[in-house]
């Protein structure tokens, strides 16, 4: 009977800490961009925004993986300039809510998370 309340304990935290990332499937460089931040899906690591200089879109997104500039993992928030199949376009990644804050929270909850989920499937089994 432990197990059911440490699962809502877990998603009363996942709810609370979270990571946020605002998310835009397609926006067109020539709007600012008005969206709120939303919560990331359990696993989310870091923010992602992509821009096709070229088409004037970008999109934005949650990653389930750290930010690598090159070999660096973890390495700071910054943007990756690329150039392929004729369209130059840049990848942005970033730790934190809305790329503003410490990313702490949203690891070790997702670490809660799984080990929840992982007592639920027992639970279910
Ligand atoms: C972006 O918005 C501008 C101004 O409203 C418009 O001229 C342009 O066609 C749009 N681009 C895309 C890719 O939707
Ligand atoms: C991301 O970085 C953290 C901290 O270094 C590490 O513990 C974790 O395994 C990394 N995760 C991935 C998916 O690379
Ligand atoms: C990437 O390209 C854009 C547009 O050409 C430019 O404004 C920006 O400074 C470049 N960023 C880097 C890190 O090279």
């Keep these: 009977m432990i197990r059911p309340i440490f699962f809502v304990l877990a998603v009363a935290a996942y709810s609370a800490y979270a990571l946020q990332c605002h998310q835009v499937t397609a926006g067109n460089l020539s709007i600012p961009d008005t969206s709120q931040r939303q919560e990331c899906v359990v696993g989310s690591l870091t923010c992602l925004k ?6 004037g879109t970008y ?67």
């Design 59 to 125: 999109s934005k997104q949650c990653q389930s993986m750290n930010c690598t500039q090159g070999v660096v993992q973890n390495s700071a928030a910054g943007c990756t300039n690329s150039t392929a199949f004729g369209v130059t376009g840049a990848t942005c990644c970033c730790y934190g809510d809305g790329c503003n804050s410490a990313p702490q929270t949203g690891i070790i909850t997702a670490f809660g998370i799984t080990a929840a989920l992982v007592s639920l499937v027992k639970i279910i089994a």
């Design 50 to 55: 992509i821009v096709d200089y070229s088409r």
